[in-house]
């Protein structure tokens, strides 16, 4: 018995060092290309630093001066923005599919392979595409509507549309990928509590109601946070799509560290603006992980 016992404990040790060599590359080079550079970029927040001459400490400036900056203010303000029509949308959209998915017809598998297709679709290269339809002079989106008597908007040259645009743009791109999510969150609900429920004469609002919806709870949760921190994140349609505009009505705070830093040689302050999304990242996390936990409490 301790003979096997000590061949049990050194087969363990052995095995603990062969996973620690097999992971050890893909912890050097998240150290090298992740670790390093944030931490690089924290004690930049803290300098003026303008690429072509040395840093200068200014200690807690960088911050001070976020408070009176009425652009990255405003970036924060459209991005809260596109976070409430968003978010929501993306949500409602995805399980919706998921639900018309998971009915095994005939032909959903070429239904979710359409879907899922402009998931893999490059950003810039779905946002250029999309500038060109919803272009409001020649777009063919305009022309469509000119066919059935409709004057289509300015879509991205017009301020009240410029954003909601953006948000279409994203939601179609984005929606396969959580749509597969809810799948997965659907396939994993026992078939015994839908039959349960139908023996005592549930329909299907009330079965959703009482059993769907309370299980994907956890994976609504998931969903949600990955769209958030997603959607504060948002560069690439902003950028190719509308630059920012029009009037600073697209304006988001990655797109405006972009400005900052690559643009202007701004690089400390770019940095600080960098962690103070972080922090609002974090913030809002931690909110929707209270705001779940407290559901799933009641």
């Known amino acids: 018995m301790r003979h096997a016992a000590v061949t049990a404990v050194r087969l363990g040790r052995e095995q603990a060092r062969a996973g620690a060599l097999f992971v050890a590359p893909a912890m050097v080079l998240f150290a090298v290309f992740m670790v390093l550079p944030v931490l690089g970029a924290f004690f930049l927040s803290f300098t003026d630093y303008d690429i072509l001459t ?14 009176d900056d009425v652009v990255f203010m405003t970036a924060m303000k459209n991005i809260l923005l596109y976070c409430l029509m968003f978010v929501p949308a993306m949500i409602v959209l995805s399980l919706l599919l998921a639900l018309a998915l998971n009915l095994r017809l005939p032909g ?20 250029t595409v999309w500038g060109f339809m919803l272009n409001g002079h020649y777009g063919p989106v305009n022309e469509l509507l000119r066919l059935i008597g409709i004057e289509g908007p300015a879509w991205l040259g017009d301020s009240d549309t410029a954003m909601a645009s953006i948000v279409l743009v994203t939601l179609w791109q984005g929606v396969g990928w959580n749509m597969l999510i809810y799948l997965a969150g659907l396939q994993g ?7 349960a429920a139908a ?3 549930a329909g299907r609002w009330q079965a959703f109601r009482r059993i769907t919806w309370p299980s994907l709870r956890t994976t609504t949760f998931f969903v949600t946070t990955l769209s958030l921190i997603g959607a504060f994140q948002l560069f690439d349609q902003a950028y190719v799509m509308t630059k920012g505009g029009p009037a600073q009505s697209t304006l988001t705070p990655v797109y405006q560290i972009y400005e900052t830093g690559f643009n202007r040689l701004q690089m400390g302050y770019a940095s600080a603006q960098a962690f103070s999304l972080f922090l609002v990242i974090v913030a809002v996390t931690v ?5 779940n936990r407290e559901e799933n409490s009641r």
Do not use: Q
């Open 54 to 67: 040395p840093p200068e400490w200014t200690g807690l400036g960088n911050y001070a001066r976020l408070l």
């Open 108 to 127: 959903m598998v070429i239904y979710k392979t359409v879907f899922f297709v402009p998931v893999v679709t490059s950003p810039v290269a779905a946002a």
């Open 189 to 195: 609900i026992p078939a015994y509590l839908y039959e």
């Open 199 to 201: 023996i005592d004469g």
């Open 287 to 291: 909110i929707n992980m209270r705001v």
